[in-house]
């Protein structure tokens, strides 16, 4: 009989406990001194039968607002995409979602070769000559490519512009914090990285300049003019990336970073209230025994037939800790597997038609919401995603909307205090017109 979970009754309670010589659970933690146990109740529910527990929960889940019945125009860095019905079915295979690390090649060559997919549809789109078989998200990724370049530069400082996703700023503070390294932060200027500022901070002990592309406001950063800037104490140029805009727009690899990093759920992979996602972490060839993680190689065996290898993995497990690039101990092999695997039955022309429709539906958007005087003080070209100022507090705006069946966009005022009343817009594939209609004709009716 299968079984969601092992039940454990009362006597298997006992013949453990038997096993292992001991009379009862309590004295397992007889080592814990008294003063320091718990003494009271928990604070939560008492236990429920099986079926009195998926009542409550589907009742639970059934409050939730989703992107299947409310048209969303939420994203921040987490998008509404397009997801190919082929990707849940192949991530479902037994031999993929209970793979954990392919330690046996002889016995992992699948595994391996779809990390090694993946991390070559990652190089071609990034511009970028290698990529390692993933990250745990966008956030990590780009701290780790900050501790990278000081740890390659062997210097204490870097630069990130303004707008950076904050949560990203907010993970590479607390990874510098422990190695020491300062981080200096530059103003926004219109909703794009003040450059003047930017070459104020660049110093000789800037070990790299950290930009988004496009930016945490949907504009794209104009990476040709901020790479001369970036590299002149040389210091290294780190681009964060949404994947999925790099199918339309210059790589940064072609525009001179170091580092390419981002996070793959663009590609058939589900929001999920924020994760697991999975991000990416690409690099020029001199830098690659220095990336976290681990690469997938392909070589060939003895019989000369083409196998697939873990080549390099700098990390603390198997070389001596001074000589580790990262404490990263594992990668998000399924949710890679899941964007190789979009990415896969999109193909190019796949991607690039997903990209240009983001592109002009968010401009449409913003051409519309301009009409009602919805416009914020931003300039530059923009992805899928821009700024709007309303008359009302976000938050307010958001709870009518929801009643209306329409999941708002993001308040900037949350991050950005000089933002109150600024609410960021995305519009991907998946809107239609009519759903971009309504919302604005929703906000601009109340602002007019």
């Known amino acids: ?10 006597q298997d309670q006992k013949d453990m406990l038997d096993v292992i010589g001991v009379q009862s659970i309590d004295e397992l933690f007889s080592d814990i001194p008294e003063k320091v146990r718990f003494k009271g109740a928990y604070n939560i529910k008492e236990a429920a039968s099986e079926t009195e527990l998926l009542r409550e929960l589907s009742r639970l889940a059934a409050k939730n607002k989703d992107t299947v019945s409310y048209a969303s125009f939420l994203g921040a860095g987490v998008y509404d995409h397009y997801q190919p019905v082929i990707v849940d079915h192949v991530i479902s295979r037994s031999e993929f979602y209970t793979a954990y690390t392919p330690y046996q090649p002889e016995i992992s060559q699948g595994e391996l070769q779809a990390i090694f997919e993946f991390q070559t549809m990652i190089a071609e789109l990034t511009g970028m000559d290698l990529a390692n078989s993933s990250m745990y998200d966008g956030g990590t990724a780009l701290a780790e490519a900050a501790m990278l370049a000081a740890g390659h530069t062997k210097k204490k400082k870097v630069v990130v512009s303004e707008t950076v996703h904050p949560e990203s700023r907010a993970v590479l503070k607390t990874y510098a914090k422990g190695q020491h390294i300062e981080v200096v932060e530059v103003p926004a200027k219109k909703g794009q990285t003040d450059l003047a500022a930017l ?5 000789d002990d800037t070990a790299a300049v950290l930009v988004q592309y496009p930016n945490f406001f949907g504009v794209v950063e104009p990476l040709k003019n901020i ?5 002149k104490g040389k210091s290294l140029f780190i681009v964060s990336s949404n994947p999925l805009a790099l199918g339309l727009l210059t790589p940064p690899g072609k525009l001179g970073a170091d580092i390419v990093v981002g996070d793959a759920q663009p590609f058939g992979i589900p929001a999920a209230f924020g994760g697991p996602h999975c991000g990416y972490f690409a690099v020029t060839k001199k830098l690659m025994r220095k990336v976290p ?10 019989n000369g037939v083409r196998g ?11 070389i001596r800790r001074d000589k580790a690039t990262s404490n990263i101990c594992s990668n998000q092999a399924l949710n890679a597997l899941a964007a190789s695997v979009a990415m896969t039955a999109l193909g190019k022309a796949g991607i690039k038609e997903i990209a240009y429709q983001n592109v002009q539906k968010a401009h449409y958007a913003k051409t519309q919401a301009e009409k009602y005087g919805l416009k914020a003080d931003v ?9 709007i100022k309303l008359q009302e507090p976000v938050k ?6 929801l009643e209306k069946g329409i999941i708002g966009g993001y308040d900037l005022g949350l991050d950005y205090p000089e933002l109150q009343q600024h609410m ?5 594939e998946l809107r239609t017109k009519e759903e971009i209609d309504r919302f604005i004709k929703e906000l601009g009716d109340r602002h007019e």
Do not use: S, W
């Open 199 to 203: 070459e104020k901070a660049v110093c």
């Open 396 to 401: 307010e705006a958001n709870k009518r909307l």
């Open 308 to 318: 697939f290898v873990l080549t390099l993995q700098a990390r603390e497990q198997h």
């Open 1 to 10: 009989m299968k079984h969601r979970y092992l039940p454990q009754t009362e």
């Open 293 to 302: 993680g681990r690469l997938v190689g392909q070589t060939e065996d003895e």
């Open 379 to 387: 300039e530059g070209a923009h992805f899928n995603e821009f700024v």
């Open 424 to 428: 960021l817009v995305a519009v991907t």
């Open 227 to 231: 790479e001369p800037i970036a590299h």
